[in-house]
């Protein structure tokens, strides 16, 4: 067995320990978690989407019995995805300065989060974008949160600024069999795409515009 030499060497060795794990914890945190907005990063969302198409694709596989066999285990069928971006953002940093930019963008995050169940997921994309994923919700469903979203944003008010006014632009996406993360993104970014094309503050649906197309 090993002997301590002193018992403030061993509470020494205790502390330093402790400081360690302290230091392991928040290296985990800031790994999956954006540092300015708390949300989760991007690269933590497109693994955590990737396994849950996945397991949406082994469950259409496998059909409709053997899904409701693992129901308790994981019930859902579709995934939705929403991108979300600030408009005129450039503007806001111009003429407020990038403190009042990131204010706004950590406001709006907390709008976006707080409006979210326990499960679903927001990340921070990029810049003043942020994408969501809807476990269970098709793209109706998924459009209508996002629709709710867009309404709370442009409601904030600023007390220091009464004049400024943030809208937000979304696109929406949901699973197909098949459809891997990388395209489910980037149909919700033409989705997202559309909307700021056509004037901004709105939602627009993927399936709108392969319909348009058609």
């Known amino acids: 067995m090993f002997n301590w030499k002193t018992k403030g060497e061993k509470e020494k060795l205790e502390d330093q320990v402790r400081d360690l794990k302290a230091q392991v914890d928040d290296l985990e945190v800031n790994l999956i978690h954006d540092h300015l907005t708390g949300l989760k990063t991007r690269a ?22 053997a899904a409701s066999q693992r129901k308790e285990r994981f019930g859902f069928r579709n995934l939705s995805i929403i991108f979300f971006d600030i408009d005129h953002f450039k503007k806001i940093n111009d003429e407020y300065g990038h403190d009042v930019g990131d204010m706004v963008l950590k406001k709006v995050a907390s709008v976006i989060q707080s409006s979210l169940r326990t499960g679903d997921t927001v ?12 476990l269970g919700a098709d793209e109706r469903d998924a459009t209508a949160k996002a629709e709710e979203i867009r309404q709370m944003v442009g409601s904030l008010i600023f007390a220091n600024m009464p004049e400024l006014t943030i809208t937000i632009s979304a696109g929406v996406a949901s699973s197909e069999r098949g459809v891997k993360v990388i395209e489910l993104e980037k149909r919700a970014d033409k989705a997202l795409y559309k909307a700021k094309q056509s004037g901004r503050n709105q939602v627009v649906m993927y399936s709108e515009l392969s319909s348009a197309s058609a």
């Open 44 to 65: 933590f969302f497109e693994e955590e989407i990737s396994v849950y198409l996945e397991i949406i694709d082994q469950q259409a596989e496998t059909g409709q019995h």
């Open 123 to 134: 990340a921070r994309w990029g810049g003043e974008e942020i994408i969501v994923s809807l």
